[in-house]
């Protein structure tokens, strides 16, 4: 689904300023939303009790493409600018051990490593030519951690409270600025806007449902899988056959997908035997959906 979202976003590159393409994702992303609450008549979905946490995060998904765009300002390639997105997952890994205190086995830390190999090894990232054009793509890389971080810790909230929280929190980011930008798309573009929005309304419902299944160091690793996606697409739109380079790299992503899959299944297991050899009518242990919650209280490894 990212790999998608940025296969539609590049149709609008060069036309529009990344300002208005991010204020119609999260236009359509908050429409797209509230429609599907009305449908669901669900309680509103702005309640929270965790409204700061939410603020936050909703910055931090503005940031992520807005430090894109000032880097390329700078003189940096769109390249060189989503290089800070490649090592999100290792950023991720440092904030769960360090935050929220979520331990995690070797084997995430391996994955991760072996992810950001494979990354070079199939997109070959742009070297920065001086230390200080390399801190704008870092910090959109820290950013996209701290989301996914504060998307964790806010699991007990309702995932259409998560989602609107960052779609009014972005749209609201970017309004001042929006006139100063705009260029009135045409019908083909419009289109493109109200797909790039919907497809973003679902990559992130899913990354939510992810990180509520699964301690942050488990879903951080996987995050490589869009890179594969994303080189598997590029080579389809242009007809292209992967070098042999491109294809250690999906090979090395390819085995980190089925290793995470199966110490996952391994470690649900015994979760499950217990789920289903329990009598009939016992009570079950349900988690608190309200009040304050540790950041990560999974003990499991």
Request: hydrophobic share 55%; glycine share 8%; with cysteine.
């Amino acid at each position: 689904m990212w790999a998608l979202l940025e296969l539609i976003a590049s149709r609008l590159q060069g036309g529009y300023d990344v300002l208005q393409i991010e204020g119609c994702r999260f236009a359509v992303q908050l429409a797209s939303m509230l429609a599907v609450q009305r449908w669901r008549r669900d309680a509103p979905p702005w309640r929270t009790g965790r409204p700061l946490a939410q603020g936050v995060r909703a910055l931090l998904m503005l940031a992520i493409p807005l430090s894109f765009g000032v880097a390329v300002l700078q003189g940096a390639s769109p390249h060189l600018a989503m290089t800070g997105l490649w090592v999100a997952p290792v950023f991720a890994l440092l904030l769960a051990r360090g935050w929220l205190r979520s331990k995690a086995p070797l084997l995430p830390w391996i994955a991760a490593a072996a992810g950001l190999c494979a990354t070079v090894a199939m997109l070959e990232p742009a070297r920065p030519p001086t230390l200080q054009a390399s801190v704008v793509p870092l910090l959109m890389g820290l950013a996209f951690a701290g989301y996914l971080a504060l998307t964790r810790s806010l699991r007990h909230e309702p995932a259409m409270t998560n989602l609107f929280w960052v779609g009014l929190g972005g749209l609201v980011g970017v309004l001042p600025f929006l006139p100063g930008v705009w260029v009135t798309p045409t019908l083909h573009d419009a289109l493109v806007f109200a797909a790039l929005g919907v497809v973003g309304f679902a990559a992130l419902w899913l990354l939510e449902q992810a990180l509520r299944r699964a301690p942050l160091p488990w879903i951080a690793p996987a995050l490589y899988v869009h890179v594969a996606c994303l080189t598997m697409v590029s080579l389809a739109v242009r007809g292209h056959l992967p070098s042999l380079r491109i294809a250690l790299g999906l090979l090395m992503v390819g085995g980190i997908a089925l290793a995470l899959w199966r110490a996952a299944v391994a470690r649900d297991l015994p979760a499950q035997q217990a789920s289903t050899s329990a009598p009939i009518g016992a009570p079950m242990r349900l988690e608190s959906a309200t009040g304050p919650v540790p950041l990560d209280d999974e003990t499991r490894p």
